[in-house]
């Protein structure tokens, strides 16, 4: 398939695929009839990519990962996804203290009363 093909089927533009290729994370292939043809385990390579960065991942540990799908190294690999978890746990926290800030506010809000709408006036303070 030629790279807007696998650029379609994988989700993501043509721009994208040149990025991840400088990367070093999809190999240029060489051309043939004076197109590149990419091939089902290039299809596979960019999907995993897309699917380590919805989990998360960074483009240099999505590279280690693949690095490490040669090396069988699951320990490593076990590693890596132990500290994403880490990190989303993390993150999960945080957005649960913003969500519970921000209901504690709008029931605020909703109690009406004089003076300013406590969301904006919070929302001033912090800037």
């Given at each position: 398939?030629?790279?807007?093909?696998?650029?379609?089927?994988?989700g993501v533009g043509v721009e994208t695929i040149r990025y991840y290729q400088r990367r070093e994370l999809l190999d240029e292939p060489l051309r043939a009839d004076g197109a590149r043809r990419y091939s089902l385990d290039?299809?596979?390579r960019l999907r995993f990519i897309r699917a380590a960065?919805?989990?998360?991942?960074?483009?240099e540990e999505i590279g280690e990962l693949l690095d490490l799908d040669a090396t069988e190294d699951r320990d490593r690999a076990r590693s890596l996804?132990?500290?994403r978890i880490a990190k989303l746990d993390i993150e999960i926290e945080r957005l649960r203290a913003a969500r519970a800030a921000l209901a504690r506010l709008a029931s605020d809000c909703?109690?009406?009363?004089a003076g300013r709408c406590p969301i904006i006036s919070?929302?001033?303070?912090?800037?």
């Amino acid at each position: 398939m030629k790279i807007g093909d696998l650029a379609r089927a994988g989700g993501v533009g043509v721009e994208t695929i040149r990025y991840y290729q400088r990367r070093e994370l999809l190999d240029e292939p060489l051309r043939a009839d004076g197109a590149r043809r990419y091939s089902l385990d290039d299809l596979r390579r960019l999907r995993f990519i897309r699917a380590a960065q919805s989990a998360g991942f960074t483009l240099e540990e999505i590279g280690e990962l693949l690095d490490l799908d040669a090396t069988e190294d699951r320990d490593r690999a076990r590693s890596l996804a132990s500290q994403r978890i880490a990190k989303l746990d993390i993150e999960i926290e945080r957005l649960r203290a913003a969500r519970a800030a921000l209901a504690r506010l709008a029931s605020d809000c909703s109690k009406g009363g004089a003076g300013r709408c406590p969301i904006i006036s919070a929302f001033e303070k912090s800037s």
